[in-house]
């Protein structure tokens, strides 16, 4: 009873960081030394990333992992840090009530107490979800979390845009109409990945008429542009694992062509991240 008390704490500590136009910032996780790191440098919250997990486990993103092997990741990362954690759970690794109760039992398990639930499903012929059935599919996690003692944070992702399903025309539309449905459903947060132009998501702020959640990319708006937009959420999804294996790769590079070590100028040492990990 007292674990549910606590992570029912802090799953209102995540749902109230959701202000709009005071955004919260999220620096995705991928293993319990990013996590360490990212809760370092101050963040209020930590996210996971579903693709940072898949790769750095040899897998493809887009639920190639199974739901087990996802929550065995998130739990150590839950466990290493003291801030809320919210766990990209991809598309809930199925469609009906039973199993999304599973989901939201293992991820409560883990010590979660958020998590991300797309509509996208990997399939050409019909690359998103019908919005109803996606709605049924948050009703059953809020309901079993709720059953755990614990409203879990729902972050529902619209992949209207990420995947540009549909005219270009008629994709605000769309989104919107499956955003309200998902929102009245139970999610705390739309996310909206795709989406760059800042009239399309000030237009998606007014509508929903709830937090909602962009992706942070090169070349996209900065943070203080989308607060004043409105936005209460930014993710950064898999970009900082992919930018420290990008590193990675240039470090191997170098050393194995020229026999220097410039990429190393300015890493930790040896001695903070033992420090880090030892706390």
């Known amino acids: 009873m007292a674990i549910a008390e606590g992570l029912s704490q802090k799953a209102e500590a995540l749902r109230a960081l959701h202000r709009p136009g005071r955004p919260l910032v999220l620096v995705n996780a991928w293993d319990v030394a990013s996590a360490r790191m990212i809760e370092e440098a101050g963040s209020k919250a930590v996210a996971t990333t579903s693709a940072g997990v898949a790769f750095s486990l040899g897998f493809p993103d887009g639920q190639r992992i199974s739901r087990e092997k996802m929550l065995q990741a998130v739990a150590p990362i839950c466990a290493a840090v003291s ?94 109409r ?6 009245d459903a139970g999610a705390s947060c739309i996310f909206v990945p795709g989406v760059i132009d800042p009239s399309v998501i000030a237009a998606l702020v007014d509508r929903l008429d709830c937090p909602v959640n962009v992706l942070a990319v090169a070349g996209g708006p900065s943070i203080s542009e989308l607060a ?6 930014v993710s950064l999804g898999s970009g900082p694992m992919r930018a420290a294996m ?21 890493a930790s040492s040896h001695a903070a991240f033992n420090k880090l990990m030892a706390r």
């Open 178 to 183: 499956r955003g309200l449905a998902y929102r």
């Open 83 to 176: 801030v809320p954690v919210t766990a990209d759970m991809e598309a809930g690794y199925g469609d009906t009530a039973e199993e999304m109760d599973r989901t939201a039992s293992g991820v409560v398990e883990a010590g979660a107490v958020g998590l991300n639930l797309e509509d996208g499903t990997g399939r050409d012929e019909s690359p998103l979800l019908v919005p109803e059935t996606h709605a049924a599919k948050i009703r059953a996690v809020v309901e079993g979390g709720r059953r755990r003692g614990v409203h879990l944070v729902v972050n529902a992702r619209i992949d209207v845009y990420l995947d540009q399903v549909g005219p270009e025309s008629g994709r605000l539309e769309d989104t919107i």
């Open 246 to 266: 990008t590193l990675t790769k240039r470090l191997a590079e170098e050393v194995l062509s020229s026999g220097t070590y410039s990429a190393l100028e300015g």
């Open 228 to 233: 004043k937009l409105g936005v209460a959420r």
